[in-house]
């Protein structure tokens, strides 16, 4: 009786053994596991697919962007606008609005801040004195056509003036992402778009 209860007790005292062997051979699996957890945010995966993208954007523009081309004739302002110009640019509008625009249809090179790539953008009108109106009521607005992309940031009118530009308004603006981007203005009932790529 004695060698018997012996015997129960040495087995029940190796099956605890047994079983304590087991979690300790499970656990560093455990832990391994925890170390190296998988990203399970799909919004986090969506920004740095979108991060990575916007990185590897060719320098020309893609055929779908449909940029801005001069108009047919050629817009020229009034005077004295008409002798006025940037190189490397034409102007865009009508006399009601215009602006000046890249002949090659890229802002390139753009300072880069938390917001975005900033730009300032001049606008005209026939008219528009800048000491009379020193805060145009001009508003621009902007959207990213060729991939999904927070609205575009833009500052309130302001007004400019040099020798080499005359009587303008002033937007800056941000773009959250490079990209296709369809730039609008409006100043009171005149409206004017364009599009424009934007590259680093």
């Not at 020309?60 to 047919?72: F, I, K, R, S, Y």
């Not at 006025?84 to 009601?96: C, I, P, T």
């Amino acid at each position: 009786m004695q060698k018997l209860y012996l015997f129960l007790i040495t087995l029940v005292f190796a099956c605890l053994l047994a079983g304590c062997a087991s979690k300790a051979a499970v656990q560093p699996e455990e832990v391994q596991a925890l170390e190296n957890p998988e990203p399970t945010d799909l919004t986090e995966k969506s920004k740095l697919a979108d991060s990575a993208k916007s990185e590897t954007l060719s320098k020309e523009p893609p055929a779908d962007c449909p940029l801005t081309v001069p108009q047919d004739p050629l817009y020229t302002p009034p005077s004295p606008y008409s002798d006025l110009g940037f190189k490397g640019e034409f102007w865009y509008g009508s006399n009601s609005l215009w602006t000046a625009f890249p002949q090659n249809g890229i802002w390139s090179g753009l300072p880069h801040n938390p917001e975005g790539y900033t730009q300032k953008i001049f606008w005209w009108r026939e008219g528009y004195v800048w000491t009379d109106e020193p805060q145009p009521a001009l508003t621009v607005t902007g959207e990213r056509l060729d991939a999904s992309a927070s609205p575009l940031i833009a500052s309130k009118a302001t007004n400019a003036y040099a020798s080499d530009i005359g009587s303008a308004m002033l937007v800056g603006v941000d773009f959250p992402t490079p990209g296709c981007w369809k730039i609008t203005g409006q100043y009171k009932k005149t409206e004017l778009s364009f599009v424009i790529w934007v590259v680093p």
